[in-house]
C-alpha cells in the first residue's frame, strides 16, 4: 500500500524533460537531500513551459508517494512552483517606472479586471517581479463600453476588453527591457 503526503522542495534546475509535445514531464533538481526528479503536473506544465531555466533556484511543492514497507518514496508530483531566482545571464530586466494601471471602477472592476489584476500579481510573483512592477488601480478612464481596461507605464499604452490570458502576455511586451 502507498501512502501519500505533501512535500516542498528548493534546489537548482538541473534537468528539464519533456515529452513529444514540449510538455514539461519532469524537472530534476539538485536539493540539499540530494538529486530529485520531480513530477510535474499538466496544468503547471502550461503555466511554466516558458519560464524555467536550467540553473534557476525553484520551490516545488506538492504530493510525494511512499512505498509503506520501504518507507521509500517512489513519487514525487509537483503543482506549485516558486522561481526563487533565475539562471545568471537569464535574469529579466524591468524598464523604469514599470507600472500597471487596472481600472477599479465598477464596470471594469465586475467584467473581469479583479480577475486580470490578480493573474498579473501571481505572475510577477512567480517570476520573481512583483518588487520591480507597481500594481495600481484608477478611477475611469472613460471607456466603460470596453470594460476592462488597464493602462501600462512606462509608454500609457491602453488596452480594452483584456482577458487574463492577454494580460500575462503583456509583461514581456511592454515591462522588459529586451
Ligand atoms: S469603469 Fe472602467 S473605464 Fe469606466
Known sequence: MGLTTNFTA???LEEIVVDSEKAIKYLQLATDQGQLWIKISKKLSLRMSNLLKVGSNLELSGKQKYQTKKGQVVQYKASELKIMGIAKG?????KPKAKVMFCKKSTCWKKGGKS??????????CRGLN?????????????????PNMVLMPDKTR??????????KLVDKHLLVT
Do not use: D, F, P, R
Open 90 to 94: 537569464e535574469l529579466e530586466t524591468v
Open 116 to 125: 486580470a489584476c490578480k493573474a498579473l500579481k501571481a505572475e510577477l510573483k
Open 10 to 12: 528548493i534546489g537548482i
Open 131 to 147: 518588487k520591480k512592477v507597481e500594481i495600481q488601480t484608477t478611477g475611469c478612464l472613460k471607456q466603460c463600453k470596453k470594460a
Open 159 to 168: 488596452y480594452s476588453n483584456i482577458t487574463n490570458k492577454q494580460v500575462l
